[in-house]
């Protein structure tokens, strides 16, 4: 089993839209399977949702072709998933932190500050946050 991970929406849109360069490590990862990326179907509604927005232009149908090959690269989360007792206070990112945790050991990356403030919180029930740019 590879080392899990939960990607916060601005961080997939680095990884799939802008392709920067400071994510490399999770492109590689993504690419050749070392890493086991995983979605809840919120997550998955909040990527669409987001994708979809008129700065992106991107179509209906690619927006669909994205979640498709998503859907494909990463295992999915169908069963509840409890609130954690470890609260952000943007309740936009909860479902990140949620699933990060009953996914532990985790590695949660997200470049929203209310969420990288959690790490040592998050450390306790063996989440660890970053940024991205880090390996």
């Known amino acids: 089993m590879n080392p899990r991970v939960v990607l916060d929406t601005n961080i997939l849109l680095d990884l799939l839209y802008f392709k920067d360069q400071r994510v490399t490590d999770l492109q590689y990862a993504l690419q050749n399977k070392t890493l086991d990326f995983w979605v809840s179907p ?3 509604a909040e990527y669409h949702s987001v994708l979809l927005r008129p700065q992106f232009q991107l179509s209906p ?9 998503i859907q494909q690269a990463f295992y999915l989360q169908e069963s509840y998933i409890p609130t954690s007792t470890i609260r952000c206070s943007d309740p936009d990112d ?5 699933l990060a945790i009953i996914k532990a050991p985790c590695r949660l990356v997200s470049k929203d ?13 063996a989440v660890s946050v970053d940024n991205g740019s880090q390996k």
């Open 94 to 98: 909860q479902m990140f932190i949620d």
């Open 61 to 69: 149908e690619h927006v669909h072709e994205i979640i498709h090959q």
């Open 113 to 125: 500050k209310q969420v990288l403030l959690l790490n040592k919180k998050l450390l306790t029930q």
């Open 42 to 44: 919120p997550i998955l």
